[in-house]
Structure formats: C-alpha cells, structure tokens
C-alpha cells in the first residue's frame, strides 16, 4: 500500500470515530495550549512577578557604597561611573544618591529635622515606595536645578500636620522648596523621613554634597544580580585604581533565592497540571485505541486474510494514534496563540516571537511523540492478531 493511500486510509478512519476521539483530543489540545502560554509568556510574567515580590525585599536592587575603611576613597563616585554602568544591557535603572541625615526644615511654626536626600529621575525605579499624591522628581526638574520637593510620610506629618503640603512652600535652612508630591505604600532605608529633591539642586545649594556617596543599580531579572554585580565591580575597579579593596556592592542573596523559591514553586505547581492533562489524554488515545482495534478484530482478521503483513497493520492502527494527537495538538496551538494574543494587554507583557515559535514547535513535536507512545502498544496488539481467530471473533 502507498504511503498516500495509507494516509488517507488512516484520516477517513479518524473522522469516522471522531465522536470516540472528542473527549482524548479536547485533553491534549487544552494541555498543548498550556504549554504555549506558560512557555511563551513565562519569562514576562516571571519579570512581573517578581516586579510584585520586590516589594517583599527589593531583591534586584543593589548598591555601590565606599567601605569606610583605610581604603576608603578621597573623591567617592562620579557620574562618568554612573553613565558607564547604565550601558550594562541588564539594568533597569542606575541612581546617583547624595544625602545628608539631617537638616533644618520648618513650615510656620512647625519645626523638625528630617534627612535629605538628592536623587535624578532613576532613583524611583529602584525603590518599592509608591507615590501617594502629586508627582515624582522628573528628569526636567534634575536638569533644570529646581527648588522642588517630594515629602516622606513622617516629614509631613511632623512638619505639615493635618494641612496639605501639596503647592506650599517648605523651608529647608535658608532655602524654599515648593512641594511637588507625596510618598506612600511601603516605604524602604528610612524614606518615610527624608526630604527627596533633585540631584542636580542638592550638589548646587548644599556644601558637602558635591561627591556621589552611593548608586542604587537594580537590574530586570533576579537571574541578572550576581552577572550585573561583577560587571559593575569591574567597572568602578577600572575607574578607581589603587582602591579597588574599598570599593562594595551590596546586594541580597537570601532575597534572591526566597523570590526564586516562590516563582518556581509556581512554576512547578502550572507544569505537573500541565503534564497530568496531557498524560490523560495520552492515556485516553491508548485506551480508544484498544477499544478500536478490539471493534474491529474481524476487519484486521479480514485484512490478514488478504494478505496484509503485520508491519502495515501497525504502521496503520500507529498513525490513527498519531494522528488523532497531531489534530489535537494543531487545535491546541490555535488555542494557544489565540490566547497569548488576548492576554498580553490585561497582563501588560511583552511575547517573543522567537519564544512563541519554539513552544509552537516544541507543542506539535511532543504531541506527535505522545501519539507514537499511547498508540504503539495497541498497535503492536493488533499487528499479532491471528487471522483466523480474528475473523471468527464477535
């Protein structure tokens, strides 16, 4: 028999027990569009995740400080340091940080002394805490020098009481700042009861802080810390010879693997529902498969009877198998597809097309694989029926 004529042997077969098949095809397809999502959008909303799990910790985030020490460095970080490391492909933001831990801030008669600090438009993206009302320092008003603000929640209410801050105008020494926003949520270091104004204005109106003291780094991927980590030593090692030994970067490892430990078990929780489904289906195209070839015992005995070789007899019932989860598996990538289109928006993640591609292939191949090990013991079965006793079977 030609390979064509064996093919379509084998699909008219198929459709004509399409009924028996539903239940099996509907496990794989659901099974193989699982895959596809999960595989494809993993990475993204992985990266979500843990964007959420930062607020446990802030794992991704480190810091370049100068250890205080007989290596300590005269002139500390410079921006040329700052700008070098933002060309680390794995950062998401690199943010200079001056501070003092203490000023003189008053409005009215309220007095208090709260810690400032001077930061550039990258500094939020490297901190868990949330505005509350207003806006952030932008990159406009660090370029600009601008005499603006943003206010923790122990500076207002120490310093403000039950009035708004928004629009009024703090003092700060001898100075004004005209106050742009609130910080809220959870609020890391002690932000809760420091003054946040531009970079660029603290290094012009405050003695002392000339010199960049610290650089908050934080990078995309947990996965990313300890690769971003030595790149950034490298860096400032480079840029700072002779003292190489004061130079630190402190980062969280025990951060790191709790975040891990809690995605993967997440991970491994979609993947085994993910294998049992497909499993079953497995199990149902072998179990369909034992009913088929018992339903027509009298058609293989015939078809012996006529000269049909046992190899046929099982390259046949074998593609039926294969078929059957070859129809279910392209179902499931239409599924799949479908649905990664669909929930890319509400979830704000970006596919790859690269990683959709390999779970596509990945999907159609590990169906076909199903279909040859669910399908081969009940061919094998029918291949060894004796004719005689088949065709006298009812």
């Known amino acids: 028999m030609k390979i064509d004529d064996l093919l379509t042997t084998c699909w008219r077969s198929v459709l004509r027990n399409r009924r028996r098949y539903k239940a099996v095809m509907i496990g794989i397809a659901l099974g193989t569009a699982g895959f596809i999502i999960v595989q494809t959008m993993g990475d993204s909303v992985e990266k979500k995740m843990g964007e959420h799990l930062e607020l446990l910790g802030e794992a991704t985030v480190m810091k370049a400080v100068w250890r205080n020490d007989d290596n300590y460095h005269p002139g500390e970080y410079s921006m040329s340091d700052v700008k070098q490391l933002r060309q680390i492909p794995e950062t998401m933001a690199v943010a200079p940080v001056v501070s003092i831990p203490s000023v003189e801030a008053f409005f009215r008669d309220n007095e208090w002394s709260p810690g400032l600090i001077g930061v550039d438009h990258e500094f939020w993206s490297t901190q868990s805490t949330q505005l509350k009302k207003g806006r952030l320092i932008g990159a406009t008003d660090v370029f600009g020098r601008k005499n603006v603000c943003v206010l923790g929640e122990k500076v207002v209410k120490q310093v403000f009481g039950l009035e708004s801050p928004l629009g009024q105008s703090l003092g700060v020494g001898s100075l004004k700042f005209d106050v742009i926003g609130l910080l809220g949520g959870i609020q890391q270091n002690d932000i809760e009861r420091y003054i946040v104004i531009p970079l660029s204005t603290a290094q012009k109106l405050f003695s002392g802080l000339e010199k960049i003291r610290e650089i908050y780094i934080r990078v995309y991927n947990w996965n ?6 030595k790149k950034a030593l490298a860096i400032l090692s480079a840029n700072h010879p002779g003292y190489e030994q004061g130079i630190d970067i402190t980062y ?22 993910l294998g049992v489904t497909i499993l079953l289906g497995g199990l149902g195209i072998m179990s369909v498969m034992l009913a088929a070839v018992q339903d027509r015992t009298r058609e293989i005995g015939l078809r012996k009877a006529l000269g049909a070789k046992e190899g046929l007899i099982l390259v046949q019932f074998l593609l039926e198998a294969v078929l059957i989860s070859l129809v279910a598996g392209f179902l499931g990538v239409v599924a799949g597809i479908l649905s990664v289109t669909i929930l890319k928006g509400p979830l704000g993640v970006q596919v790859s097309t690269v990683m959709l591609t390999a779970s596509i292939i990945s999907g159609i191949l590990f169906t076909g694989f199903l279909g040859i090990a669910s399908g081969l013991y009940p061919s094998v079965k029918a291949s060894r029926m004796d004719s005689v006793t088949a065709m006298r079977f009812e």
């Open 252 to 273: 969280y490892p025990k951060r790191i693997e709790k975040v891990r430990s809690t995605v993967y078990l997440v991970k491994l929780f979609v993947y085994a529902a």
């Open 224 to 229: 990313d810390v300890e690769p971003v980590r």
